[in-house]
């Protein structure tokens, strides 16, 4: 059974840094895309990375140079660096399964990033 | 960037209605969209892909349609667990982007 749980949301200062982390099960992450995508709070769905099977990395513009996606093969555990946080970085972080050619095929249960003084 | 634009951003609908939303590209997509459906508190669920590819396990009343610049997602007998907010995600760049949502409401 396929299986994304997040971790890694908490409170932070404006400024911040914060690592998120997606534990994988029923699959392997470095043979699949995986993505990150957000939601402020009562807000819609916005995308910010993805992760490409070979390494290719990609961004939103609103993360670009502040984020970093990365996984770690041996633990089938994919990140999400996030530095430099903003207020309007505050939401819930979802982490999925990208399947080429299909969309997001599996989600995590989303944790939540609170950005505040 | 490519922008995804939903309409309408909500509507109100009965329990055995067709309801029809719609989500237009600002570039050519060449049918690399899907659709995903989210009821509150819980993470999006994949419906449809390649424009109208029924994802496995999706009821099918679900249906999308559409080409190009200009898609569709159909529910054509609307039922209580339909009611949840849905969103096209293209899937053509290697920027991806979400349209705003529509959320569908009980009449």
């Known amino acids: 059974e396929v299986q994304l749980v997040e971790t890694g949301g908490g409170l932070i200062q404006p400024g911040g840094s914060l690592r998120l982390s997606c534990a994988a099960s029923g699959f392997t992450v470095s043979s699949n895309y995986m993505s990150w995508v957000r939601q402020a709070p009562g807000k819609g769905l916005e995308w910010v990375s993805v992760i490409y099977s070979g390494g290719s990395t990609y961004y939103a513009d609103s993360v670009k140079g502040r984020f970093t996606i990365s996984r770690d093969n041996s633990k089938n555990t994919l990140y999400l660096q996030m530095n430099s946080l903003r207020a309007e970085d505050t939401a819930v972080y979802y982490c999925?399964?990208?399947?080429?050619?299909?969309?997001?095929?599996?989600w995590g249960q989303g944790t939540l990033v609170t950005v505040s003084s | 960037d490519i922008q995804m634009t939903q309409s309408p951003s909500s509507l109100s609908a009965s329990v055995g209605d067709r309801v029809t939303i719609t989500c237009r590209a600002s570039?050519?997509?060449?049918?690399?969209l899907a659709w995903y459906q989210q009821k509150p508190g819980k993470a999006p669920k994949l419906l449809l892909y390649a424009a109208s590819r029924l994802e496995s396990g999706v009821p099918s009343r679900f249906s999308g349609s559409g080409s190009g610049t200009d898609y569709t997602l159909t529910i054509s007998s609307l039922q209580p667990e339909d009611f949840a907010t849905y969103y096209c995600?293209?899937?053509?760049?290697?920027?991806?982007?979400f349209g705003q949502g529509t959320k569908v409401e009980i009449k």
């Open positions: 999925a399964r990208a399947i080429d050619r299909i969309g997001l095929d599996y």
């Open positions: 570039q050519g997509i060449s049918n690399s």
């Open positions: 995600q293209q899937y053509y760049s290697t920027l991806w982007t």
